[in-house]
C-alpha cells in the first residue's frame, strides 16, 4: 500500500495559514487558535497544541465506542483530548470537548510510544480514539496508530466524520474501524445544532463504506429534533442503500446535557421502534444503546 503524508496546514496570504484536518478550514493568524482550540499558528507553522496531552486515558469495553462487530468482546484502550470541531448542544462529553487548551497549564506529556506501551501493557488488542472528535488531533493520532500498528494493535477513529478528503484518504493506510455519528438527517438542524455540514458527513460516511477500513454508524436519538420516523427511516435507507445493509447501525437513547437540559431522556419504546424500523428496511445489525 501506498503511503502519503497529507497537508496538515497550508500557507495564505501574510501571517495567516489554512488548517487542512478538517473541513471546518479554518484561517488562522499568527498566534490564534483555530476553531477546535487545539490547533494554533505559531509564526506560519500549525502547531497541535494538544500533542501528547491526553485528559482521557482509559480501559473501555469495544463495545463502548460502540463496535459490535469487530474485535468483539475485547478492551480497547482509549484516549482524547481536550476540544472540537463542533459544538452539539448535548455533548455529554462538552467538559472537554468544549474547552480550549491552555498551554499557562502544567499537564503530564504522554508520548506516542508511551501510549503504546500503556496498551500493550493492559493487554488491549486496539487504541481508540475517542471522547472529543480525534480528527483535530490528528498528528498525534497518527503518530501513536502508526507505533501501535507495528506492534500488531488495531486503531479505531470514534469521530462526527467531517475529515477533509486527503485526511480521510490517509485514515485507510492506518485506521481499521471508525464509528461514524449520524447526528441528524435534516441539513438545517444539523448544521445549526453541529456547527457542521450534513453533506460533507454523509461524502465520507459512503468514502469509508468503499474502503477496507470496518464502518459502524451511530445515531443519538433525541426527543423532538431527530426522533421522527421519518428521520429514522430516512437515515436507515441512507445506511441500506449508500453504505450497505451489513454496516452496524447503533441508535441511542439521549439523555439531558450541556445546553440541552430542557428535553427529556428518550423513551425505551422509541429506540427499539427505531431498531424495528431499521431491521423492516433490510438492515443486517441494528443495536439498542442507552437502555436496558
Known sequence: MEFFQPEYFRRTEKDAIKCMLCEKACVIKN???????????????????????PVALNIDPIEKKPLYRFLKGTETYSLGTLGCNFKCSWCQNYHISQKH???????????????????????????????????????????????????????????????????????KNWVDAVNIDLKSFNRDKHLKFTGGELDIVLRNLKAFADSPVHLEVTTLVIPDFNDSEEELSSIADFILNELGTDVPWHVSAFHPDYKMTDRSATPSDKIFRAVETGISKGLKYVYPGNVR
Do not use: W
Open 31 to 53: 498566534g490564534l487558535k483555530g476553531y477546535c482550540g487545539a490547533n494554533c499558528n505559531r509564526d506560519g507553522e500549525l502547531v497541535n497544541l494538544v500533542y501528547g496531552h
Open 101 to 171: 487548551f491552555d498551554e499557562k497549564i502544567p499537564s503530564d506529556i504522554v508520548l506516542p510510544d508511551e501510549v503504546v506501551s500503556g496498551a500493550i501493557q493492559a493487554d488491549c488488542m486496539s487504541v481508540s480514539y475517542t471522547y472529543n472528535e480525534p480528527a483535530i488531533f490528528y498528528p498525534y493520532a497518527k503518530d501513536i496508530g502508526m507505533i501501535a500498528k507495528e506492534n500488531g494493535l488495531k486503531n479505531i477513529f470514534v469521530t462526527n466524520g467531517y475529515q477533509t478528503e486527503d485526511i480521510v484518504c490517509d485514515m
